[in-house]
């Protein structure tokens, strides 16, 4: 088992969105953002290699819940994966927006780790073990 830990980084506009976590297709986390009194929420799990994670975010109305003024976003609603630690190891964020697959509804398929619409992000780790995940793709180590 190895683990995983993940950040997500939350935007509340007439509420929060809901998140399903899976690994290999099966629902593995459901964290409450409601009961979140700051910007972030930890997910710690625990993960066999190879492994597929998804992310599924909904709950978004994009005709209500993003607050415009003068042209710039104000309030929005929205999910970022911002952080996700492999083995105790950091993934540059920049590492996750280039392996992070996000699908949102009725559109094509992002490099994305920013989940702005109702859809699905998957990551894929189909190496053998966390070492040699990271080596393959952890391009900076920080």
């Known amino acids: 088992m190895t683990e995983l830990k993940i950040s997500l980084e939350v935007g509340e506009c007439n509420g929060y969105m809901d998140v399903?976590?899976?690994?290999?297709n099966e629902?593995?986390?459901?964290?409450?953002?409601t009961k979140n009194n700051n910007s972030t929420v930890d997910v710690d799990l625990q993960v066999n290699f190879?492994?597929?994670l998804k992310i599924q975010v909904s709950g978004k109305n994009l005709n209500?819940?993003?607050?415009i003024d003068d042209g710039k976003?104000?309030?929005?609603?929205y999910i970022k994966l911002k952080k996700l630690y492999l083995a105790r190891y950091s993934v540059h964020e920049?590492?996750?927006?280039?392996?992070?697959?996000?699908?949102p509804e009725n559109k094509s398929r992002e490099q994305n780790n920013y989940f702005y619409c109702n859809g699905v992000a998957e990551l894929k780790f189909?190496?053998?073990?966390?070492?040699?995940?990271h080596v393959k793709h952890n391009k900076y180590w920080s």
Do not use: M
């Open 20 to 24: 399903n976590i899976y690994v290999n």
């Open 27 to 33: 629902l593995v986390s459901q964290p409450d953002l």
């Open 50 to 52: 190879p492994f597929d």
């Open 64 to 67: 209500t819940d993003t607050q």
């Open 73 to 77: 976003i104000v309030k929005d609603k």
């Open 94 to 103: 920049s590492v996750l927006y280039s392996t992070c697959s996000f699908y």
């Open 126 to 133: 189909q190496e053998p073990d966390a070492l040699v995940w």
